[in-house]
């Protein structure tokens, strides 16, 4: 089963696509998306629309998996998030991937085993369980690899 994990953003998203074949893991590809700031919000956003429906394309992934909304004291980048995670769910449904969203502390203690895990400990888990030569970079495509294995345990086939 492939299985492409999101993590959003506006300026950069990561992504992973993983395959799971029995308790076996292995990374296809990772890494970003950048629609940095000599892009307006609309550009942005059509860049990670196109960029991700390309590794739909190429990788034809059965599930789609992404962080949930988290709570944020800047309300206008708490909407901005949203609005990209929008792009990611309205890709998802033109190719008719089911996708499942998963809370931050979810998605730490599927791959670290403690859902208050740092970043650092969840990345080096991801090189770990995905058998990688180093920490995957940027941590946006690490954070994608890890949603993608978090959903990956949680399949009931």
Do not use: W
């Not at 730490?108 to 920490?135: C, R, S, T």
Request: net charge positive.
């Amino acid at each position: 089963m492939k299985i492409l994990g999101i993590d959003p953003g506006t300026q950069i998203a990561g992504f992973g696509m993983i395959e799971k074949t029995g308790s076996k893991i292995v990374a296809i590809e990772y890494g970003f998306i950048k629609a940095g700031k000599n892009y307006t919000f609309p550009q942005r956003l059509q860049i990670i629309h196109h960029k991700i429906m390309d590794i739909i394309s190429k990788h034809q992934p059965d599930q789609m998996a992404i962080e949930e909304v988290f709570y944020s004291k800047n309300v206008k980048s708490a909407i901005r998030i949203g609005e990209g995670r929008g792009i990611v769910f309205l890709c998802a449904a033109s190719a008719n991937i089911p996708i499942t969203e998963y809370a931050a502390t979810v998605i730490k203690k599927a791959v670290v085993g403690n859902g208050n895990a740092h970043k650092e400990q969840v990345q080096e888990m991801v090189k770990i369980i995905l058998d990688l030569p180093e920490i995957p970079e940027p941590r946006d495509a690490a954070d994608a690899l890890a949603i993608a294995i978090c959903h990956s345990h949680n399949l009931r086939y």
